[in-house]
């Protein structure tokens, strides 16, 4: 799950890969040592990264925003294209250099990237002190002792139970206002071009409690806006049975019931109105009416599904091992607008040039664009990843010239299609969450209406974290303008 990245609604795998990563901020809590921590790729491992400044703040870390200053650096890497390898390779060399300086440094590989390259890193090119896999960074304290008395450490091991309920994400350069949290691991997908279920294990889903516990604990730190985060949200699916009963706490004993994704919308929603809650990703062929309906109930659910399609035809589709074709995803698009309404926005992820891809079946990935019009997308030309399904199956046989060139028709109709919707939004009256400054320019603030579409607003008598009902006024294909019409309004 790639993204949620602010500011960036169209992007190219190649664009992405100069602008989706995050790094920790300066934090001085009284605490000895300094982690600088770097997170790559999907939104899943931003919120990765969180849990890990936790357990490290734990260990007595406070994270710093220099590398150079710290006593241990992290990469929380991505593997899901090529090009984010590559970029993580780079950034090892960088952190040597850092790393002669200051001898007692130790540096770490983090995430999906660890079991695949360990013996490499570790062991070959000797770039790194210890390599953890998304399942062990409860052991990052013992690893680092370990690295400090010069051993390797490693730990790669993929749990089916650790969804870390119990620990309290640090927000890692938070804009105090939206936060990530994680409500399942791992995918049992297995989508032919992917390698999240072999990088993050199989899926599991986390106790609804802590989840909502953490909504409320945000709230009332003044987050106005949490999104739900999991591979495939829609099979959410938690029950005492399953998780374990003995582990248990009275009050969890007493759900007797299954808790599905619907049902836990709910329980989110129901924790402040003045809480907006956000999702993704969502799995076309889990996506049920039951959530539809639950979305329309509250007001403070955002009307905005991710729902990617990776790709128009339905052989590239089966061949991609989505388990839904063409008619199938234009049916669920169409239960969306139908229950929710034209407004409710929508966006997908596409792949093009897929093993075997015919000129022919990628116009059928333009005709379902037309035929959607998605507000915004996340587009990738084809990478092949050793392992997974496809590199097994299928030759990488579409040429990376046609690769690219059919990625720039994807992103030229993505623009299109976006202008066109935004024009729809011209002179209506929303409400917006206002997330800060716009980063172009600080008379301006920047918000998102509920379709996650950023809106611009001259700077007034209101900050972060407010509700403005706005007009607007123009727009461009990635961004709304408006004008505020009443600060703070009353949420029904
Ligand atoms: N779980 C989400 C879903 O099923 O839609 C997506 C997760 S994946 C981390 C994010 C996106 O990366 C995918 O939707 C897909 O478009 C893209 N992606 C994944 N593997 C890829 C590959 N091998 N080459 C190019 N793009 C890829
Ligand atoms: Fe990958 Fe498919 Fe799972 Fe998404 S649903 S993470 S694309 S295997």
């Known amino acids: 799950m790639n993204n949620l990245i602010a500011d960036i609604d169209i992007i190219s795998g190649e664009e992405a890969k100069a602008t989706d990563y995050r790094t920790s901020a300066d934090e001085n809590t009284g605490k000895t040592r300094k982690l600088y921590i770097e997170s790559y790729g999907c939104a899943m491992n931003f919120a990765d990264s ?3 400044a936790a357990i490290m703040k734990d260990g007595g870390f406070d994270t710093t925003s220099d590398f150079y200053k710290a006593d241990v650096i992290f990469l929380n890497t991505c593997s899901i294209r090529e090009k984010a390898e590559l970029t993580v390779r780079k950034r090892l060399t960088d952190f040597q250099r850092a790393k002669k300086a200051k001898p007692g440094m130790t540096i770490g590989v983090l995430g999906c990237m660890a079991e695949r390259l360990k013996d490499k890193f570790l062991e070959e090119e000797k770039l790194v002190d210890i390599v953890v896999g998304p399942d062990a960074y409860r052991d990052l304290p013992n690893l680092i002792s370990s690295a400090e008395d010069g051993q390797k450490g490693v730990n790669t091991f993929l749990s089916r139970e650790e969804t870390y309920a119990d620990i309290s994400p640090v927000r890692l350069n938070s804009n ?27 899926e599991r889903s986390r106790d609804p409690h802590s989840i909502v516990e ?18 495939n949200v829609d099979s959410y699916k938690w029950s005492p049975e399953e998780n374990n009963k003995a582990r248990l706490n009275k009050k969890e004993k007493e759900v007797s019931t299954v808790i599905n994704f619907a049902n836990l919308l709910e329980m989110v929603a129901q924790v402040n109105p003045a809480l907006r809650v956000r999702f993704s990703t969502s799995h ?3 996506i049920t009416d039951e959530v539809l309906y639950t979305i329309k109930k509250y007001d403070n659910i955002c009307k905005y599904i991710h729902l990617p399609a990776q790709s128009g035809n339905s052989r590239v589709l089966e061949m991609m091992n989505r388990t839904y074709s063409r008619e199938w995803y234009l049916e669920r698009v169409s239960k969306i607008k139908a229950i929710l309404g034209e407004e409710c926005g929508i966006s997908s992820d596409f792949i093009t040039g897929f093993c075997s891809e015919t000129e022919e079946e990628h116009q059928d990935t333009l005709s379902l664009m037309d035929i959607v019009k998605f507000d915004f ?14 590199a097994k199956k299928y030759p990488d046989d579409i040429s990376m010239e046609v690769k690219k060139q059919r990625l720039s028709e994807v992103i030229k ?5 976006s202008l066109l919707r935004n024009k729809l939004d011209l002179g209506k009256e929303q409400i917006i969450l206002v997330e800060g400054e716009s980063k172009k320019s600080a008379s301006d603030y920047k918000g998102r209406n509920s379709a996650n579409k950023v809106v611009i607003v001259p700077a007034g008598n209101y900050t972060k974290g407010d509700y403005l009902k706005v007009k607007i006024t123009d727009c461009t294909p990635a961004t709304l303008f408006g004008e505020v019409i009443e600060i703070n309004p009353e949420l029904s």
Do not use: H, W
Not at 413 to 417: C, F, G, I, L, R
């Open 50 to 52: 969180e849990v890990v």
């Open 176 to 202: 105090g206002v939206t936060a990530f949290v994680s409500i399942m691991r791992g995918c049992d997908n297995m989508c032919s071009f992917c390698v999240v279920p072999f990088t993050r294990g199989r």
């Open 214 to 231: 953490e909504a409320r604990d945000l709230f009332s730190k003044g987050f106005k806006e949490v999104t739900l985060l999991g591979q």
């Open 284 to 286: 076309p062929k889990d």
């Open 377 to 390: 997308s996340y587009m990738f030309y084809y990478s092949e990843r050793p392992g997974t399904l496809a």
């Open 413 to 417: 109709k993505q623009s299109e299609t």
